[in-house]
C-alpha cells in the first residue's frame, strides 16, 4: 500500500486533529503517503487533496477543529457528484480511505464503497457521542467538559441571585451531552430528543425542589427535544409556575477549545488503528471505543439508530423522582 487519504466530515470535534496526527505518523513509518482531503467529502468532490507531511502534523494534538476543515457536503449526496469523487481518488492513487466524523460520514463511506471507492475505515468523530456500537466519539469527552464547566460558572450566580436557569446544550438528535454535563453538574432536571417530556412533572419537581428549600435551579435542556429548546421550556414552566428563570444557550462553544486527555488518547489510538488496519486488507468497518479496546462496527451497523445508556437514562430519571 502506497497511499492512503484521510477526510474530516460534518460537524468538527476536538480530537480530529489528534488522529490525523496519529495516522500521519504510522503512515509514515510504514512508508505510505497520506493526502488530506479538504472540508471532507467536498475534496473529493473537487479535487481539493493536499498532502500530508511531518510538519503539517506537528504541534496540533492539542488543537480543536480540524487542519483539513470540514463541511457538510450536498454535492457529495447526488451520484454526479460521487463520481467525481471516485475519479478523484483513482486520479491520485488513493488505495485507502480514513473517514472521520459522524453518522452522515459513516453513510458517506458506506455508499462511496458500494459504488466501488477505495477501501474504507471510519474514525467516530462527533462531540454527540450518538453513534452505534461505540462507547465514545472523539470530541465528546471535550464538549460535556466545556457544558460542565459553563454549568459550573452559571451556578455560581444561580445560587447567588437564588435564580432557576435553563441551560440548553448542542444535540439536535442526541441527549447525550445533556444528561453527562447534567448529572456531571447537578442540575435538577435534564431533558433529552430520545425521551418523552413531561411538562407539568418538570414543572412540579421544579417547585418541590424550590418549596423544600432550593433557591437555585438548573435545568439542562438538549437542543432538539421537543420541548423547543430551552427558552421554549423555560416559558412553558413559567406559565405553570409563575417561577421567573433565566437562560443560557451554550452553542458553538461546545465544540471548539482543546481536547481533553481523553479524547486525544482516543483519538491517537484509533488513528493508528485505522491505518493498521487498511494495511492488514481490514474495511468496510468504523473503529469503535468500548471498554478501552477496539472494536470494528459494520459500516452498516454504525448507522443505525443509537439508544442512551440504559444507566444513565435511569439515573437521570431519578431527578425527577
Ligand atoms: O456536530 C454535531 C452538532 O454540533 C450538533 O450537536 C448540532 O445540532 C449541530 O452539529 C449543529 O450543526 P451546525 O454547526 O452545522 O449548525
Not at 480530537?15 to 479538504?38: D, E
Not at 465528546?140 to 457544558?147: E, G, K, P
Request: aromatic share 2%; net charge negative.
Amino acid at each position: 500500500m502506497k497511499t492512503i487519504a484521510i477526510l474530516t466530515s460534518g460537524g468538527d470535534a476536538p480530537g480530529m486533529n489528534a488522529a490525523i496526527r496519529a495516522a500521519s505518523r504510522i503512515a509514515r513509518h510504514n512508508g505510505i503517503k497520506l493526502l488530506g482531503s479538504r472540508h471532507g467529502f467536498r475534496g473529493l468532490v473537487d479535487a481539493v487533496i493536499i498532502e500530508i507531511d511531518r510538519e503539517s502534523v506537528s504541534n496540533i494534538i492539542h488543537r480543536g477543529g480540524s487542519i483539513l476543515r470540514s463541511s457538510r457536503c450536498d454535492k457529495f449526496e447526488t451520484p454526479k457528484g460521487r463520481e467525481k469523487a471516485l475519479a478523484t481518488c483513482d486520479r491520485h492513487g488513493i488505495e485507502g480511505l480514513i473517514l472521520i466524523g459522524g453518522d452522515g460520514t459513516m453513510r458517506g463511506a458506506v455508499d462511496l464503497e458500494n459504488e466501488g471507492g477505495p477501501p474504507s475505515v471510519g474514525l467516530p468523530g462527533t462531540i454527540d457521542n450518538d453513534i452505534a456500537g461505540t462507547d465514545h466519539t472523539i470530541g465528546f469527552d471535550t464538549a460535556v467538559n466545556a457544558a460542565l464547566e459553563a454549568i459550573d460558572r452559571i451556578r455560581d450566580t444561580a445560587e447567588t441571585m437564588e435564580r432557576m436557569f435553563f441551560i440548553e446544550t448542542m444535540g439536535r438528535h442526541s441527549g447525550a451531552i445533556a444528561l453527562a454535563a447534567g448529572i456531571g453538574g447537578g442540575s435538577n432536571v435534564v431533558v433529552v430528543p430520545e425521551t418523552k417530556t413531561d411538562i407539568e412533572g418538570i414543572a412540579k419537581k421544579l417547585q418541590s425542589d424550590r418549596d423544600s428549600g432550593a433557591q437555585s435551579l438548573i435545568v439542562v435542556v438538549a437542543e432538539g427535544d421537543e420541548s423547543g429548546g430551552a427558552y421554549k421550556l423555560a416559558e412553558k414552566i413559567r406559565k405553570i409556575t409563575g417561577m421567573d428563570s433565566r437562560v443560557t444557550v451554550l452553542g458553538h462553544i461546545q465544540r471548539g477549545g482543546n481536547p481533553t486527555a481523553n479524547d486525544r488518547i482516543i483519538a491517537t489510538c484509533l488513528g493508528v488503528q485505522a491505518v493498521e488496519d487498511l494495511m492488514d486488507g481490514r474495511h468496510g468497518h468504523m473503529l469503535g471505543w468500548k471498554c478501552e479496546k477496539f472494536v470494528r462496527i459494520p459500516f452498516r451497523e454504525a448507522v443505525t439508530d443509537t439508544a442512551l445508556p440504559d444507566e444513565i437514562v435511569r439515573h437521570a430519571a431519578t431527578m425527577l423522582t
